[in-house]
């Protein structure tokens, strides 16, 4: 508690400071000039440690220029070709180059001597311990002299003995090159060299080349500064024509049955005729041909037997292309060229990896055999060498590779993503091994299948804790889960959890302190249960078109609560819901019924005066929520090499519609225009909401521009006229706009009025939000972040009577609030801190003429929010 006391001291004195210092605009005047100052004292000293006949590298630039080019223009820019030639140059942060700064800020004979003097007292030290461990190495020695080998002391001597040998090698490894501190954290100058120069011209022709550019001109020239003539900038002038296209595609393949195989998928090919010579597009087109043959059977084939010639001498630059897989006599060629069939599969759901390797013959022949047949009267050995824990159908249900049938390299993927998508299995892995040839034939072999399964653990815990500050409002968290990875044998998954959390509530008027005598005056408790199966229970017909989909089938339920200053909010549901990926990159979420209770109480006078003023009684009554939801997404995020990677999803959820049709035709009264069941009313909505997110990687290495895009509506109908409140919108918080503290903004253009001094719980039907932020490296595990957020939330119809709050296409862009900011990152792999502070630009709850914060009035306490957090915001 003193510690966050401390903390919470510490964020007010530095708002404090921030705001008395941009308030004077004097003070800000002073502090531009002398930046700039600097900036022109940093940019002179940055070559005044290059020695005479060198000179600083600041710029390599590409200029393109097109001659007689009657088509359209090439599909790369003089960007992609900058990003390829060498060396890369000194880092720049907003455009200084801060690395070379410090590299630069310490006198270089200075730095020398402190390394040498470092380096020499790690010589001293590094003796001084070798000195010591022979003295003990020897003493330990004569006392083993005279010890029996089997006695208990001298096992324990020798034992001590490996240890300090252990200490002395590694000791011993170690080199005493102390670094000097700018040198650590700081980057020697990039100097320009003539032979970087032939290199990086060679590197664009083979690049033109790639793109399917062979008549073009190359030069470089270079540029010095006026004010440094050490700094300079070469220039490399290309000058391309037209590209060389592909006239015609022919195929030299002497394999008939692969010629055929190849030729009936020519739709999909990745190489087309009118189409650039690309030697991408050519090497896309090798990959997926080598995939194809391989999914027929053809095991040993690989890219490697596919070769393209092409003829690009021709005038009008129309070039015939030859795609060949050419056939030999010899015994390599003639296995390359055979199809295999899967003989028999073997299985080992408990492999040891460390025991076969140091035991080989002896754990191989320690198992036992127990043969399994599919309804498919397939057959499976698996083999034990324990008492079996996992049902050999759970583990068959995901295996399409199958005794008799050709060997395909998508059956061997698909059963790949099945066996690692299981808790229970750490560790897959598929081998094959060719075996006898039964039938002597020269176009059919045969293969065994192993598929080795190393287990995770069966029943684990996990604990998290966690402390939170939202513009002040500080709390303390943690969480409890239980995960069985085997229930009922079947490799389903049982999960459950609690949740406990206490948070420090404060009001919205100045953010005044809570009138409670206690510190945190919010707690949250929770449990959630949920039951993962591996496979679809569903209707028969559905089964086939999912089984290669790894679905899942989920049933959860949860019990919430939760007491605010000014009322109590319990949520009790549960839903059934289908997961399945229909490709790499998409995945599908369908919850066919989810079910709500929510129950709000113990709300205070304050509160309900507050809600019957603002007309919202209905949304905070007790409720019931049965619907259907659907879940779309894609996501390329994982996808190694990707310069740029998104994220789209699309949520829609329906409520209500199935009890109001039961309610119709089972004639039932209605009580105040709304049907009830055990007098609690049912909502009745539709909400649609879709999230964009783009990552785009910038030319300077780990710098990127994040974009978030978010748009989402509720509308309530039929028994209940209003959103229930679990399923409104709020904005503001870690991972919205920033500038403003969780549930604070909108809706719309409407301001809380100074005498509803109440805790923020602002809440709407409609919401916009786009983030941008610039995400860079800095040093050592720290990342920077500057980042603009704008949006607000609206309400949907004449319902809300809040001024202001109604959305209105005429108006409602005038109404999208702006903050910026600033964060910082600390990223231990494992987990990433995040700390960012939050400014208000735009506030539509201020007058219309005064709504730029800037502009009318001196940053306050108000104006700035301060967060913790733990991961990235979008």
């Known amino acids: 508690m003193f510690i966050i006391n401390i903390f919470q001291k510490l964020v007010r004195n530095i708002r404090m400071l921030i705001c008395r210092f941009t308030a004077n605009f004097m003070y800000t005047k002073i502090l531009l000039l002398f930046i700039s100052l600097s900036i022109v004292n940093v940019s002179c000293n940055l070559t005044k440690n290059i020695p005479e006949n060198k000179d600083l590298l600041i710029k390599n630039k590409v200029i393109i220029q097109y001659n007689n080019i009657n088509s359209q223009k090439p599909d790369f820019s003089e960007k992609d070709i900058e990003q390829i030639l060498k060396p890369r140059l000194n880092t720049k942060i907003f455009g200084i180059p801060l690395k070379l700064i410090i590299y630069n800020s310490v006198n270089p004979e200075k730095i020398k001597n402190i390394e040498l003097k470092k380096t020499k007292k790690c010589e001293a030290e590094k003796n001084k311990k070798l000195k010591y461990i022979n003295k003990k190495l020897r003493h330990f020695d004569k006392e083993t002299d005279n010890l029996s080998s089997e006695t208990s002391k001298y096992k324990h001597l020798t034992n001590k003995i490996s240890k300090l040998q252990n200490r002395y090698d590694k000791i011993t490894q170690k080199t005493c090159k102390e670094k000097h501190w700018t040198r650590r954290l700081g980057e020697a100058p990039v100097l320009y060299n003539l ?5 990086n011209k060679n590197k664009i022709q083979i690049f033109l080349k790639e793109k399917g550019f062979y008549d073009f001109n190359i030069n470089s020239k270079i540029k010095s500064e006026k004010n440094n003539p050490k700094k300079i900038t070469v220039e490399y002038i290309v000058k391309i024509e037209n590209s060389h296209k592909i006239k015609n595609i022919y195929y030299n393949i002497n394999d008939q049955r692969i010629k055929s195989v190849v030729l009936n998928d020519t739709a999909h090919s990745a190489i087309k005729i009118g189409e650039n010579l690309d030697i991408n597009n050519m090497e896309n087109e090798r990959e997926r041909l080598a995939s194809l043959i391989r999914d027929k059977g053809y095991y040993n084939f690989s890219k490697d037997f596919i070769t393209f010639s092409a003829d690009t001498v021709s005038k009008n630059k129309q070039d015939d292309l030859w795609l ?46 127990l043969i399994y047949y599919d309804k498919n009267d397939k057959k499976y050995f698996f083999l034990y060498n324990q008492m079996p824990r996992i049902n050999p159908k759970a583990i068959i249900r995901g295996i399409f590779i199958k005794a008799g049938d050709y060997y395909n390299l998508n059956d061997v993927n698909a059963t790949y993503r099945y066996l690692v998508s299981l808790p229970v299995i750490q560790i897959a892995n598929v081998k094959f091994t060719e075996t006898e040839n039964d039938n002597d034939s020269d176009t059919v072999a045969w293969l065994n299948c192993e598929i080795r399964l190393t287990q995770s653990k069966l029943q684990s815990t996990n604990t998290t804790a966690e402390l939170t500050n939202t513009s002040g409002n500080f709390g303390v968290g943690g969480t409890f889960s239980y995960i069985h990875n085997n229930i009922f044998r079947n490799a389903g998954v049982l999960n459950v959890g609690t949740k406990l959390a206490f948070k420090r509530l404060t009001k919205n008027k100045s953010y005044l302190p809570s009138n409670t005598s206690a510190f945190f005056n919010s707690e949250e408790y929770g449990v959630n249960f949920s039951l993962d199966f591996p496979r679809l229970l569903a209707p028969v017909p559905l089964k086939k078109f999912f ?37 790499q990159t998409i995945s599908h979420a369908f919850l066919p019924v989810t079910a709500d209770v929510v129950d709000l109480r113990n709300s205070t006078q304050e509160f309900r005066d507050l809600i019957k003023i603002l007309q919202l009684e209905d949304t905070y009554e007790t409720h019931f929520v049965f619907g259907t939801s659907y879940k779309f997404t894609l996501n390329n995020q994982f996808i190694k090499g990707k310069k740029n990677t998104f994220l789209f999803t699309f949520n829609i959820k329906l409520a209500g519609n ?21 007098n609690i009313v049912f909502a009745q909505f539709i909400k649609e909401d879709i999230e964009l997110r783009f990552h785009k990687k910038l030319s300077r290495e780990n710098d990127k521009i994040a974009f978030r895009l978010f748009t989402g509506a509720a509308l309530p109908y039929g028994n209940l006229k209003v959103i229930p409140f679990g399923e409104r919108y709020f904005a503001g918080g870690a991972s919205s706009v920033r500038a403003w503290q969780s549930r604070t903004l909108g809706p719309g253009s409407y301001s809380l009025s100074d005498t509803l001094n109440s805790y923020p719980n602002q809440t709407a039907d409609i919401r916009l939000e786009a983030n941008i932020e610039y995400r860079m490296k800095l040093f050592w595990k720290l990342e920077g972040a500057l980042f603009v957020d704008a949006g607000n939330i609206w309400a949907i119809n004449d319902e809300d009577i809040r001024p202001g709050a109604k959305f209105n296409f005429n108006t409602f862009y005038k109404e999208i609030a702006v903050g910026t900011g600033y964060g910082l990152r600390f990223d231990f792999g494992f987990v990433l801190l995040r700390a960012d502070m939050g400014l208000k630009l735009f506030d539509p709850s201020l007058p219309v003429n005064n709504r730029w914060v800037y502009r009318y009035k001196k940053f306050g306490y108000d104006d700035w929010t301060f967060y913790l957090a733990i991961g990235y915001p979008f």
């Open 324 to 369: 060949i897989i050419k056939k030999d006599t010899s015994q390599i060629s003639n296995n390359i060229y055979k199809r295999y069939k899967i003989k028999n599969v073997y299985i080992y759901p408990y492999f040891k990896a460390r025991k076969a390797l140091t035991d080989k013959n002896a754990y191989f022949l320690s198992h036992d055999t």
């Open 195 to 199: 032979n970087n120069e032939y290199r």
């Open 547 to 583: 089984k290669r989909r790894n679905p899942k089938t989920v049933i959860a339920a949860n019990y919430n609560f939760l007491q605010r200053p000014d009322y109590t909010y319990t949520v009790a549901g549960g839903n059934i819901g289908y997961y399945w990926n229909s490709s």
């Open 658 to 678: 199935s009890l109001s049709a039961v309610m119709k035709a089972l004639d039932k009264p209605q009580e105040n225009g709304s049907y009830r069941i055990n």
